[in-house]
């Protein structure tokens, strides 16, 4: 008789439980059908900076894990070979310069004075020659002078004449200035200068390697007295921004998907803590599952690529890091006139949230 009320209370327990999964697998559906659960990895960008010169390397100043700025100085090379080359080539530069003024100011007063006074002088013995030629002439039927002596005269009024006329046109040439064309060559020549000069400032510059983005440091390649080139990177940068959850979305659920889709993302690493995100990419072309991708759905079912943007202003998220991500499927984006969307954006509002 005692046990009967037991085998009632079990019963009813038992209805009562079968009631409550009843209704919780009822009612999951309705709750959870505009949430599409995606499982993927954190994936980053990086950056394998080198010298845009060669030489050997002076200095490294920062170490695995350190994170560095954009434009924060990160190594040098050696850089006495490229500041020779720019101190000549501003000499050369300065040289050229002076050439180019001088022709631009033209003759100086001083000189074309000189010039005229030579010409002027010049003249005077022309004139004088003359007067001497023509008075020997006058003075052979008189048999005072000779045949020799007017020769004599005669090739010294030739010879005047042309000192003469070679001091006028040098007159003229002071008066007148450079030519053209000299001007257009020496500025030519200027211009090629200071080109140089700026192609030895920038190739001096480039002696010094600067992060190309905020990040942290994964590898240190080399080590001061290694031989540095273009070809040789220094560093392995992890860039801290932009970063996401590298997911795959079966071809069933791709209509449901949009850009700019709001998603929380979550992780093992940090139990609790809600990363803020948005679908940024999705692939145009499918994939078949990659043995790595943790979905129940079959591994021979087509999938596609999707990035979701994570803010993650407390440096948590790691490179290969699995997370699981909830898309929101019942926001979507208005598109802009040109087709696209306004891409969210962490701003001053980046942090985690529990």
């Known amino acids: 008789m005692n046990k009967r009320p037991r085998l009632i209370v079990v019963a009813a327990l038992v209805l009562a439980a079968l009631a409550g999964g009843l209704l919780y697998w009822w009612l999951r559906p309705a709750r959870a059908a505009n949430v599409l659960t995606l499982y993927g990895n954190v994936d980053i960008w990086e950056a394998r900076p080198a010298f845009n010169d060669n030489g050997p390397v002076t200095q490294m100043r920062v170490t695995e894990g350190a994170r560095v700025r954009k434009g924060e100085l990160i190594a040098r090379i050696d850089d006495s070979r490229y500041l020779a080359r720019l101190a000549d080539a501003r000499h050369q530069a300065?040289?050229?310069?002076?050439?180019?003024?001088?022709?631009?100011?033209?003759?100086?007063?001083?000189?074309?004075?000189q010039a005229?006074?030579?010409?002027?002088?010049?003249?005077?013995i022309y004139q004088n020659d003359e007067t001497n030629y023509a008075r020997t002439l006058s003075l052979i039927p008189q048999g005072v002078a000779s045949i020799q002596d007017r020769d004599d005269a005669q090739a010294r009024v030739r010879s005047a004449r042309g000192s003469y006329q070679a001091a006028l046109q040098a007159y003229r040439l002071a008066v007148e200035g450079p030519r053209h064309e000299d001007i257009i060559a020496a500025r030519s020549a200027y211009d090629a200068a200071v080109a140089a000069a700026a192609l030895a400032a920038r190739e001096l510059a480039d002696t010094s390697l600067h992060a190309p983005a905020d990040g942290v440091i994964e590898n240190r390649i080399l080590e001061p007295g290694d031989m540095a080139s273009p070809s040789t990177p220094v560093y392995t940068i992890a860039l801290t921004s932009p970063l996401w959850v590298r997911a795959y979305v079966p071809e069933t659920d791709l209509g449901k998907l949009a850009l700019g889709m709001p998603a929380a993302i979550t992780t093992d690493s940090f139990p609790g803590r809600r990363y803020r995100g948005w679908v940024g990419y999705i692939s145009p072309t499918a994939e078949f599952t990659p043995k790595t991708v943790e979905t129940p759905t079959l591994r021979t079912q087509l999938v596609y690529q999707v990035r979701v943007y994570a803010c993650d202003s407390h440096g948590e998220l790691r490179l290969g890091m699995p997370a699981t991500v909830a898309i929101d499927l019942s926001h979507r984006l208005e598109t802009t006139s040109a087709g696209g969307y306004a891409a969210p954006s962490c701003g001053d509002t980046n942090a985690s949230g529990k």
């Open 94 to 113: 300065a040289n050229l310069k002076a050439v180019l003024s001088r022709l631009l100011h033209g003759s100086r007063p001083q000189e074309i004075a």
């Open 116 to 124: 005229k006074a030579t010409m002027e002088g010049l003249r005077a």
